[in-house]
């Protein structure tokens, strides 16, 4: 059973608007979550995180929220941009301090 | 710095053959994963080492899949023998702390026919 989950596998949206992913975790000791991002015929690359101490955190464009009563935490990105057209990841860090990953979501941003 | 370095970057194999995927992790890092990329479940975490030594192999497939790091500098993940749904896109990445960034490399796509 998948821990970290991310229910749409793809999203689409259009030049300069909000593009927001969404992930749910199962396991309430999760305390370190990540995004990461991942173009075609590479690796995914660290995007932002946030700590479980937080709700909210920002960097530029890219803003992650946490809701831990739900077991939610989403990435807003605005304003998008086709160069954000990619795979998103998110992850969780466990007890054992390894990272956990959801299936991703496929976002293209449409000029 | 290089980076996390995979080789190779792709494999085509026959069913029932010996694949042998190989990492470099950045230097200084002392953790290092294997993750498999699949469609349908995403990134899956395979094996899991610290300072050299397994923490968590919970996530190798079956006993047809092993994992070794002989030194801080290298880490090779062998399939023997492949079948057609090890087919995927297997990723190392690498760690300098317990909490730091995960580093990936590029990536191994292996094709079992």
């Known amino acids: 059973d998948q821990q970290v989950k991310q229910n749409s596998p793809s999203l689409s949206v259009q030049e300069g608007r909000i593009s927001i992913l969404n992930c749910d975790y199962t396991n309430s000791m999760f305390d370190y979550f990540l995004w990461y991002k991942k173009y075609p015929a590479e690796g995914p690359t660290f995007l932002i995180s946030i700590s479980s101490i937080k709700d909210k955190n920002e960097d530029g464009r890219f803003t992650v929220f946490l809701n831990k009563s739900a077991k939610h935490l989403s990435l807003h990105i605005v304003p998008s941009q086709p160069g954000d057209s990619a795979v998103y990841f998110c992850a969780a860090v466990d007890s054992s301090y390894k990272l956990i990953f959801g299936s991703g979501t496929r976002l293209l941003v449409r000029p | ?113």
């Open chain 2, 1 to 113: 710095d290089a980076g996390v370095i995979q080789s190779p970057r792709h494999e085509v194999t026959e069913m029932g053959q010996e694949v042998t995927l190989r990492c470099k992790p950045i230097s200084g890092h002392n953790s290092l994963f294997w993750y498999r990329q699949t469609m349908m479940r995403g990134l899956e975490l395979l094996i899991y080492f610290n300072n050299n030594v397994p923490i968590d192999d919970s996530g190798m497939p079956e006993d047809r899949f092993s994992a070794k790091m002989p030194n801080a500098s290298f880490s090779t993940l062998k399939i023997q023998p492949s079948e057609p749904r090890d087919s995927a896109v297997y990723f190392c990445a690498s760690r300098q702390t317990s909490t730091g960034e995960l580093f990936f490399g590029e990536g191994s796509r292996l094709t079992v026919l």
